[in-house]
């Protein structure tokens, strides 16, 4: 659990516009950590929902017989950038939301991934 803390700050010091991160369980959509620089941004719901679009993205990889690994996704809202990134176990991943105005796609996935590296 601490060294989910040290991404998720790690993620929130060097991005942007950071809004919220959370660790996710896929299976359950239950939140394994998470931090918020805003109080109304729910990350508990938008984990639980963000856990049934990822199971979709899978069932809907299976339906297309696609022999892939779904590494990420990502949501482009007009004023924020949303992105999911499994974890190296799949069973888990991270959930960040910046503000599109004080970042960008690029440096979101450099963060990201840079502090997920030993999660």
């Not at 991005?15 to 931090?35: H, K, P, Q, W």
Request: no cysteine; aromatic share 6%.
């Amino acid at each position: 659990m601490a060294d989910y803390e040290r991404v998720l700050e790690g993620i929130q010091n060097e991005v942007n516009g950071f809004i919220g991160a959370s660790i996710v369980d896929l299976e359950s959509g239950m939140t394994l950590a998470s931090r918020s620089a805003s109080p109304d941004f729910d990350l508990e719901v938008a984990s639980a929902y963000n856990s049934e679009m990822v199971k979709g993205k899978f069932k809907t990889m299976e339906a297309l017989r696609l022999d892939s690994t779904l590494e990420d996704m990502l949501l482009t809202l007009s004023d924020q950038l949303h992105l999911i990134k499994l974890l190296d176990s799949s069973t888990a991943f991270i959930y960040v939301a910046a503000s599109r105005a004080n970042t960008n796609l690029a440096l979101l996935r450099r963060s990201v991934n840079e502090h997920t590296k030993a999660a």
